[in-house]
């Protein structure tokens, strides 16, 4: 059975997320497979690089599936495009290795976190980004990036869930952060965040975290005892969804 590697871009605006709920909720990951489905005439089983929340949006997100047909990768690559909704789009169709896995083979995601900063918001880009109308100081928010950078307990910056995945979490909270960064491109700022992997929230609990670091609701200072403390607590605020954006996944 031929392992096919999709890399995606969706507008996760109209999604409960990536994973498939048990509700019936719209999700990218119901999306594709019921897609996959019709095109392939055989049930599908679809596994993401990783899963993206509701609201957030992928302009590199990855997943594989496994077929019993005989497709060629660009014929599938269109099929898929004309049948999908308008918020998602494949980018990429490759046959990849059997041994390839979009979540086990990933070597590091990246994320971004979009901030307009400026007085007035954007009505073009609303829903991509979060709005902040204080002066930012990139200078500040890069001395408490690289405090963060490095291999760490995370707990601090994990959100509570239910889920087997998250009660899974909990007993492993230690991830590697390779690179925090940020780029001021006019009116906007890119924090990048790249890591072998993340907690449920955790970009979006450090987000949040520098954000209050920015505004002085959190002395930067006390930025070790808050990852040392393990006590979500004592982190900052959650950011909001639509900032994010899963950019890439590295093999």
């Not at 976190?113 to 954007?122: F, G, H, V």
């Amino acid at each position: 059975m031929p392992t096919f590697k999709l890399t995606i871009e969706y507008d996760g605006t109209n999604f409960c997320g990536w994973q498939i709920q048990r509700k019936g909720e719209r999700t990218v990951q119901a999306e594709i497979k019921r897609v996959l489905e019709k095109i392939l005439k055989h049930p599908v089983i679809l596994i993401g690089a990783g899963r993206t929340d509701s609201g957030v949006h992928a302009l590199g997100q990855v997943a594989h599936f496994k077929t019993t047909t005989a497709i060629n990768p660009t014929v599938l690559l269109k099929a898929l495009n004309a049948n999908l909704a308008d918020d998602i789009v494949i980018l990429r169709v490759q046959k990849v290795a059997d041994r390839f896995h979009a979540q086990f083979s990933a070597k590091s995601k990246i994320y971004r976190y979009a901030i307009l900063n400026r007085e007035a918001r954007s009505a073009k880009e609303r829903g991509f980004y979060h709005h902040i109308r204080q002066p930012m100081d990139i200078g500040l928010l890069r001395k408490a990036a690289r405090i963060l950078t490095g291999r760490h307990d995370f707990r601090a910056f994990m959100g509570s869930a239910t889920s087997l995945k998250n009660r899974v979490e909990k007993k492993n909270t230690i991830r590697t952060v390779k690179k925090i960064t940020f780029c001021r491109r006019y009116d906007f700022i890119f924090c990048d965040i790249e890591a072998n992997g993340f907690l449920y929230k955790m970009v979006r609990n450090i987000i949040g975290t520098l954000i209050d670091i920015q505004a002085r609701r959190i002395d930067v200072k006390d930025l070790r005892s808050i990852l040392a403390s393990g006590d979500r607590r004592k982190a900052g605020i959650t950011a909001p969804a639509q900032g994010l954006c899963l950019y890439k996944v590295k093999y």
